[in-house]
């Protein structure tokens, strides 16, 4: 009975590795973040040019994609952008973070265990030079403080709005339905992006949040300037990840194009 169980035991961990594998090797999925190097990704940080990655802030150390503040003296509003060299329309975004460390001197309050990912959004070479963030459907990231209740994957529309419901979601905030995630836990993000129909987030499996037609702020002076003759709907753009000025940490970031 015994040896019986033992065999059980062993063919289960073997199928479990395997189908591990296979899905670490589905061929639908593609790797953004090579684990290697930034290939493939642009920089753009307030008050610096295209390209120019100020403080070596987003690096790869040990496989993992670092946002790091240890060569600035202080925060200075600096806030930054990396980006992804090639636009997107319907897709399912899975990204692999968690926040470690201390927050930079001089980042503001709401940044701390603060980033984000950023989709349908505008080219970094649109960008004005002291822009802080890119017009954009912001997934936003954000760890607990060891007590509070603090959603994440919620959502933030920078020089955008959002439908829920039926209505035009002027705010510039919305929480999530997700759980807290305390200290350095890595937490995994999905979101699913049907062009200009519908937008999902998902935290470590769960569906989170959901809305419709991502679309520019016409209040926005950013946002104005990529209106184009007067239709302000989003079906595509670009994937950035965010520098709020708390060190954090990617050690995946892939996708899979939806027909």
């Known amino acids: 009975m015994k040896s019986s169980i033992s065999i059980f035991i062993l063919f289960s961990v073997i199928f479990t590795i395997s189908e591990s594998r296979a899905q670490d090797s589905d061929p639908e999925w593609r790797q953004l973040f090579n684990g290697k190097d930034l290939s493939g990704w642009t920089t753009k940080i307030k008050g610096y040019p295209v390209g120019e990655n100020f403080g070596n802030t987003f690096r790869v150390e040990d496989g993992i994609m670092r946002v790091s503040y240890d060569q600035y003296d202080t925060f200075d509003l600096r806030y930054g952008h990396i980006f992804y060299n090639e ?86 905030c919305t929480n999530s339905g997700s759980k807290t995630y305390h200290g350095d836990q890595w937490v995994t993000v999905e979101v699913e992006v049907r062009g ?6 998902f935290a470590d499996g769960d569906l989170v949040l959901e809305y419709t037609k991502p679309q520019l702020d016409e209040r926005d002076d950013d946002a104005k300037k990529l209106i184009v003759d007067g239709d302000l709907m989003l079906y595509g753009g670009t994937i950035s990840l965010q520098s709020e000025s708390h060190p954090v940490e990617f050690r995946k970031v892939e996708i899979k194009v939806l027909e």
Request: charged letters at 20%; proline letters at 3%; hydrophobic letters at 35%.
């Open 87 to 172: 636009n997107f329309s319907d897709y399912i975004l899975r990204v692999e973070y968690r926040f470690v460390g201390e927050q930079c001197a001089g980042g503001q309050g709401w940044a701390l265990r603060n980033s984000g990912i950023m989709v349908h959004g505008q080219s970094p070479e649109s960008m004005d030079l002291d822009q802080f963030f890119p017009v954009s459907i912001e997934v936003q990231l954000l760890g607990g403080n060891g007590k509070d209740e603090r959603t994440t994957a919620n959502l933030c529309t920078p020089g955008t709005n959002v439908v829920m419901n039926d209505e035009l979601i002027l705010r510039h």
């Open 196 to 201: 200009n129909e519908v937008i999902r987030h």
